[in-house]
């Protein structure tokens, strides 16, 4: 594959780092987008849960065409995945953090940046979701998990409202995904669940989503470990 200009949200580190170093090979421009240094690409400063910063990203990719869009960045409330997380302790402004870079910012951004899609000749949007976003799974941490299952709401309104302009928009809804930081946490029992999907696979994953035609929309994928819990 070959793109022209593709941004990744959230690469400065984990899976939206991954992403930007598995992609950086792949396309001509990869922009960079995180509140401190990305390692990779062109790397804009900006702090997305903030209209300034969408607005920066935007001015960034100007009237040039934007191929693909990952939306890859995360957040969760303090404690969150571990025995310590209790719902009554987290501060309204932990819960508020989570819910404006998880679902508010993606929104945004995806709005700021629809005109550079439509320049593009199979332009995608790929969100990166999280199995608490899906139906009977049993995660207990009530921010996150709102904000995932919201982002497959936009994903579904996305499909809808994009159908006629035919730009792809994909969320990947995984479980535990195995980089450095994640398997480090796992072998010090400091995270709930003990199985993680490979790096790699995701990676996969993703070159699919990007490789499909503008005639095929993929909505929705769930990843769960093979022995992994709840899903």
Known sequence: MSFKTILVAGASRGIGLAVAEHLINQCDRLVAVSRTAAPVGKWIQADLSELA??????QAIGEDSLDALL?????????????????????DEDIARVIAVNLVAPIRLVKALLPALRRSHNPKIVFMGALSGRDNFPAREVANS????GLRGVVHALREELRSQQIGVTVINP???GTPEVLADIAAANLTGSEAIPLSDLLSIIDC???????????????????????
């Open 209 to 231: 989503v990007l490789s499909l035609s503008r005639a095929t929309c993929l909505k929705e994928i769930d990843v769960p470990a093979m022995l992994g819990r709840g899903a």
């Open 53 to 58: 910063g969408v607005k920066t990203v935007a």
């Open 71 to 91: 939306y890859m960045g995360g957040t969760w409330e303090t404690h969150a995945f571990t025995p310590q997380y209790d719902f009554e302790s987290c501060s």
């Open 175 to 177: 479980g535990n995904v």
């Open 146 to 149: 709102a904000s995932k299952f």
